[in-house]
């Protein structure tokens, strides 16, 4: 959201100051190709580390936040150790997502000392194919044009 409105306050601005269409067009483009280049590099990085993880049987802990961060994270129990999930939490709806009495699915990334549980994997997954298929087209429309 805020992206979309620093994208609309620059283009305003540009045309306070006369400059023309066609590069403000350019530039809104090579924005969105820089910030889309970066989503996927992102993606790519997680989706690597998940090939490495080890898939594993969790115990769901609790929603909290880990040290020097914002967000509230799930916490699963792997072997007696407590691990961090790599995203933040659903927290829309903790209790229906989470349950503690339920052993889970978790791919453990002990090198990130985190794991990566359901959620946290569809989002790699999609993110992944979704970024490489927005990049692949947008390669293409590029070479086409």
Do not use: H
């Not at 067009?25 to 580390?49: E, Q």
């Amino acid at each position: 959201m805020e992206f979309i409105l620093v994208i609309v306050v620059i283009a305003v601005l540009c045309v306070i100051f006369q400059v023309s269409t066609d590069i403000i067009i350019m530039g809104i483009a090579i924005l969105t190709g820089l910030v889309i280049t970066a989503m996927t590099i992102l993606f790519i990085y997680f989706f690597i580390r998940l090939l490495f993880s080890k898939k594993t049987k969790a115990d769901f802990s609790r929603i909290d936040r880990p040290e020097k961060t914002k967000f509230r994270t799930a916490f699963y129990i792997v072997d007696d150790t407590e691990y961090p999930c790599v995203f933040p939490a659903e927290s829309i709806l903790i209790n229906t997502l989470y349950k503690k009495d339920k052993k889970y699915n978790v791919w453990l990334d002990l090198r990130m000392k985190r794991v990566y549980d359901r959620f946290a994997f569809t989002t790699c997954v999609t993110g992944f194919f979704v970024c490489i298929g927005i990049m692949t087209t947008a390669v293409i429309l590029y070479l086409t044009a």
